[in-house]
């Protein structure tokens, strides 16, 4: 099993910042991937931003240049820096993980979620 945790979030005023951090732990072999997805009221799911262990970044549209994805897949840790933050981010932000863990001789794979933190932006 492999559990997620964050921390960060709250409530900031537009323009404000905000600082979201994530860590895996269990047993874990190796991490493919790890990021950030947020669902706001009324609407589904969005990637926000993932990194590789390719060292690839992806993020969405709608929060280039703002927000910073940055992490240690090696150590299981990613952070999500928000900056220049708009009302239409407030949202459920939720860390994800994908990988391979380790059982009983075997290498299955994993793909996680954390149990989601609130980031709200006032107008």
């Known amino acids: 099993q492999v559990q997620l945790v964050e921390s960060g979030g709250g409530l900031v005023e537009t323009g404000g910042s905000l600082r979201l951090s994530c860590a895996a732990s269990g047993s874990i072999f190796s991490i493919n991937a790890m990021g950030w997805y947020r669902r706001a009221p009324g609407k589904q799911r969005e990637l926000v931003a993932v990194?590789?262990?390719?060292?690839?970044?992806n993020y969405a549209d709608s929060v280039k240049g703002r927000f910073t994805i940055s992490g240690d897949l090696g150590r299981n840790t990613v952070d999500l820096q928000m900056n220049s933050l708009k009302p239409e981010d407030t949202a459920v932000y939720y860390c994800?993980?994908?990988?391979?863990?380790?059982?009983?001789?075997?290498?299955?794979?994993?793909?996680?979620w954390g149990q989601g933190t609130q980031v709200t932006v006032s107008s």
């Open positions: 994800n993980a994908e990988g391979l863990w380790y059982y009983s001789g075997t290498y299955p794979r994993f793909d996680s």
């Open positions: 990194l590789t262990s390719a060292g690839r970044f």
